[in-house]
């Protein structure tokens, strides 16, 4: 298919409807294991199903806005003081990086709540 033809089908499965995200994280942890996806993709599906199933997220890459205060937030991550370690596993910049790219500052994540 080729890097572009995984990219596009990627982000179609990143925002399909729930059951098809799941039908197809399978798929996408074996095109990981063949060395035909990069595994940040299978680490932002499986955030992305977790937050939508109400689980804490592994990678924490699902931000969203804070409904109080307007301005972005991380949804809870699971077993905080291994995120960094997943993250670089699956090819994730580290937490702090990203959250300064969505405008954030560590301090104001309640990251495992």
């Known amino acids: 298919m080729g890097r572009k033809g995984n990219e596009a089908l990627w982000l179609i499965i990143q925002h399909a409807p729930l059951d098809m995200q799941r039908q197809y994280f ?3 942890q074996e095109s990981v294991v063949e060395g035909e996806s990069p595994a940040w993709h299978a680490a932002m599906l499986e955030d992305r199903i977790l ?3 109400g689980q ?3 990678y924490g890459t699902q ?3 804070d409904p109080e205060t307007g301005r972005p937030a991380l949804h809870p991550v699971e077993d905080i003081e291994g995120l960094d370690a997943r993250r670089r596993e699956a090819g ?11 405008g954030l500052k560590p301090e104001e994540v309640g990251r495992g709540g």
């Open 26 to 28: 399978l798929l996408l």
């Open 92 to 102: 994730l910049e580290p937490l702090e990086d990203y959250l300064k790219k969505m």
């Open 63 to 65: 931000v969203r806005t």
């Open 51 to 53: 937050v939508r199933t």
């Open 56 to 58: 804490k997220q592994r």
